[in-house]
């Protein structure tokens, strides 16, 4: 065996490969590549020897079978304190490879791209890219293994040193055990998504650090915010934030509730959201009245809540937030001088997000203790079901537009759930109540006098008629609910009684 370094590098990500080899040259390593790695460094006037002078086999079948030789595993493998190991390697004439230096085909990046065909796909499958990685990373004793280039700079000055300290090398394995793992579970995913397969045997999902958060939900408790790479649609995980602090656990729980709330809104609507339930929703003409109606929904569950509109900020749909204390705005976009109103509250958190990208489906997934419980997201709209109308009366246009804002509504409050409707606003929310009677006096209490008139929507349905009778004793005269209790006819029967006008949409909306 030589007692010359040794380095193999084989990169699809070719960032800072060249300024690396050259300072391992400069400091005795020979180089040994593969393919455009190899004719990357030569073109920048390395020397390098090509893999098959390593293996003494050629490089075939389109360059799919290349680095997978005994010649390369066994210089990766060999425990340095294990004498039968250097003996054998000396006896087979194989040298010892002391750092590796390989990412992996863009696999990720390739089924990102519009287009792809499954061909395309799976030729963008690395076998000996992660083989190498992986054997590297289990001989991490005698070996040093870099898999992100940013890692470079710091590994270079123990190179130089010729101790990279034991610590280091143990880190940069788990690096490389990480990144198989999560390029594996890529692949996976994508041919369960071929075949359709909604429930494989193992459900493996990768993600990517966004941020490490201060704290949890509380202080005591740890916690980090990280992204679905692949996943396209509007996501807090992307959002550009134009101003304010670090947001918190909280902040990205809240604002997430407001955002997939906003998202089912087509005219102009402002959401406000506090503790992932909605205290105010209004819809407008402008995204300036329909602020004013989520703001006088509830004035006082509105203070420190986030909030998220679906249309640009204006100018004066900035001055009227400005005088209210907020922790979030999200919108699609500000106008300059709506950015210059809001900067002047220092911790407002400003993000910006682009809320018409495609998602499709998508699921969502629930820690438990010991797994996880996985269902797709609730995309449930009005535009799925076949509504009926069982009561005698039919509700006016007013009330239809005041029936379908509380079922929008309605779907993201936790249950039990009662939403009160009227005017283009909400009116009053019950949330998270243990009997359905007990959300809807929440809601009548908060909404008052504005009960009158107002439409009811219920994310399940009644078992009884006393939330109904409780509803005509208010004054609402319009009810949405799904419909399905043995005893719908009871709720049906006192609507007619009170001449309410019932809608049924056979669908709830349960959010535990």
């Given amino acids: 065996m030589t007692e010359k370094k040794r380095a193999l590098l084989s990169v699809s990500n070719k960032k800072g490969i060249v300024e690396f080899a050259n300072q391992l040259a400069t400091i005795g390593y020979e180089l040994v590549s593969t393919g455009g790695t190899k004719r990357t460094l030569e073109e920048a006037g390395l020397s390098v020897r090509s893999i098959s002078e390593i293996t003494n086999f050629p490089e075939i079948m389109d360059g799919r079978v290349k680095t ?83 890692d470079y700079v710091e590994v270079l000055p123990y190179l130089k040193e010729d101790e990279v300290p034991y610590n280091v090398r143990k880190s940069l394995a788990a690096k490389v055990f990480n990144h198989t793992a999560s390029y594996d579970t890529y692949i996976a995913n994508y041919f369960n998504e071929l075949l359709e397969d909604e429930t494989p045997a193992q ?12 704290y949890g939900e509380n202080p005591h408790q740890d916690a980090s915010f990280y992204r679905d790479p692949l996943y396209k649609g509007a996501s807090i995980a992307n959002a550009e934030q134009l101003n304010g602090k670090e947001l918190s656990y909280n902040n990205i729980q809240d604002a997430n509730a407001a955002l997939s709330m906003v998202l089912d809104f ?61 922790e979030i705005i999200i919108a699609p976009s500000f106008s300059d001088e709506a950015l210059e109103v809001l900067k002047e509250k220092k911790n407002l958190r400003l993000l910006k997000l682009d809320l018409n990208q495609e998602s499709g489906a998508s699921k969502l997934v629930t820690s438990v203790r010991g797994g996880v419980l996985v269902q797709d997201t609730d995309e449930g709209t009005l535009n799925d079901v076949s509504i ?42 019950g949330a998270g109540q243990m009997n359905r009677v007990g959300a809807a006096n929440i809601a009548i209490e908060q909404a008052g006098e504005n009960c009158h008139g107002a439409a009811l929507g219920s994310d399940a349905f009644f078992p009884m008629p006393d939330t109904v009778e409780a509803a005509a004793k208010a004054g609402v005269t319009a009810i949405i609910q799904p419909g399905g209790s043995k005893r719908d006819q009871d709720s049906i029967d006192a609507c007619n009684e009170h001449g309410i006008t019932m809608v049924l949409t056979g669908m709830r909306h349960f959010k535990h």
């Fill in 203 to 214: 459900q493996t999902n990768t993600y990517e650090l966004v941020q490490s958060i201060r």
């Fill in 68 to 150: 997978l030789h005994p010649n390369v595993h066994a210089g990766l493998l060999a425990k340095r304190n294990q004498r039968e190991h250097l003996e054998q390697l000396d006896d087979l004439h194989i040298d010892l490879i002391d750092l590796v230096v390989v990412n992996l085909y863009p696999f990720k990046e390739t089924i990102s791209k519009e287009g792809i065909t499954e061909e395309e796909a799976i030729e963008n499958i690395d076998i000996g890219g992660p083989t190498m990685l992986r054997a590297a990373a289990k001989n991490f004793e005698g070996v040093t293994v870099l898999v992100n280039p940013d």
């Fill in 266 to 326: 087509t005219q102009p609507a402002a959401i406000a959201v506090k503790h992932m339930n909605p205290c105010g929703v209004g819809e407008g003409d402008t995204i300036y009245s329909a602020f004013e109606r989520a703001y006088e929904a509830d004035p006082i569950s509105i203070f420190g809540g986030i909030i998220a509109v679906n249309r640009e900020v204006d100018r004066d749909t900035a001055l009227r937030m400005k005088e209210i204390f907020l």
């Fill in 388 to 429: 009926s109308i069982p009561t005698d009366r039919r509700p006016s246009d007013q009330e239809w537009e005041d029936l379908q804002l509380a079922w929008k509504v309605v779907k993201h409050v936790k249950s039990n759930a009662i939403v009160l409707a009227k005017n283009h606003r909400t009116v009053g929310v």
